[in-house]
């Protein structure tokens, strides 16, 4: 499972790259939604594109962002002064007597506060790392897809919810942001075929097992441990990941664009690194047949799915 991705934020660069547009109303839309919902998520990555405005409705984005880092940096604010409260009252009871309410009560609040002065410095940076263009399940990412003949860039949910479904199939099938490959004709089988997508990436990360190094004292092997590794492609390069995606619609709800990653058997050396997926690059010159799949004619998809990028993944623990 693909449950982690640098991916492009930069619509600019799609345009560039691509001669793709930019849906900016569907954009504008989603930044303004984010203000009234907590359950919008994006990248840092996704606010840079637009922090240099154009346009009208770029400008308005612009205003939303500002508006969303003022109400976040208040709340956050809050917070801090909340919890360094409360780790005062701890730190008294403690003076006097150890309790292990207190003891609990002031690691909480140490947690929460650097949590939460961690987020306030995120919010004020400017220069741009690496984790700002890192997605996550449940994030909204820039997806190109085909529409009247031009490539089109949306904003959407990295976890697809099928038309039709109801809200609750989101926590019902939580794995739904990856597509298995076995199972497009199946499961995916209204969106394969249908409606497809590409997300660009340059790295991807996956969870694994793996047993832990020996002990220094007896030599012992300890229990298995868990690791997130990242995947890098060599050569480095840009990936269009392929994927399918949907347009959900229902009553009392706002419309919700969202997608899945396609993933397959893995090559040998992500297999070996421990894990059973991997992500499907497509090349470059299948791009439009991808994106604007011929009616009924699956075996060619299967075909472009076949002559697929495949580049080595170098791998290595995730910072």
């Known amino acids: 499972m693909c449950y982690s991705a640098e991916a492009w934020q930069d ?25 009234e919902n907590s359950k919008v998520k994006m990248a840092k990555g996704m606010e ?5 405005p154009k346009t009208g409705p770029e400008n308005e984005i612009l205003t939303a962002i500002e508006a969303f880092r003022t109400q976040q940096t208040s709340e956050l604010e809050q917070e801090v002064f909340k919890q360094r ?10 003076q006097t007597k150890m309790t292990k309410a207190a003891t ?19 919010l004020r940076r400017t220069n741009l790392v690496d984790q700002d263009s890192r997605i996550y399940p449940g994030y909204m990412v820039p997806v190109m897809v085909m529409e009247g003949g031009q490539r089109v860039i949306k904003p959407m949910r990295y976890q697809c919810r099928p038309a039709g479904k109801p809200v609750l199939y989101d926590f019902r099938y939580p794995g739904t942001y ?24 340059n ?3 996956e969870h694994v097992t793996r047993p832990r190094q020996a002990t220094a004292v007896g030599g012992e092997t300890s229990q298995i441990e868990n690791v997130i590794l990242k995947f890098k492609p060599r050569p480095a390069q840009d990936m269009l990941l392929a994927c399918l995606w949907s347009h959900w619609t229902g009553p009392d709800e706002p419309d919700l664009l969202s997608f899945a990653a396609i993933t397959d058997e893995p090559p040998a050396e992500v297999a070996a690194a421990g894990h059973d997926r991997c ?10 047949a991808w994106l604007n799949p011929a009616k009924g004619n699956l075996e060619a998809l299967y075909a472009i799915l076949d002559d697929r990028e495949r580049p080595y993944y170098e791998n290595r623990l995730a910072a």
């Open 203 to 205: 790295a991807f990360y």
């Open 48 to 52: 840079a594109a637009f922090m240099h």
């Open 11 to 35: 619509y600019d660069r799609y345009v560039r790259d691509y001669d793709a547009h930019i849906d900016i109303k569907t954009f504008v839309k989603l930044f303004w939604q984010r203000n």
């Open 178 to 201: 990856n597509a298995r490959r076995d199972n497009l004709e199946g499961f995916w089988r209204g969106q394969f075929g249908v409606t497809h997508g590409v997300m660009v990436i």
């Open 85 to 94: 409260q409360r780790l005062a009252d701890a730190e008294r009871t403690l």
């Open 104 to 122: 609990e009560s002031k690691r909480i609040a140490g947690n929460k506060i650097e949590g939460a002065l961690k987020r306030l410095s995120d």
């Open 279 to 288: 992500i499907i690059p497509i090349k470059p010159e299948h791009l439009d």
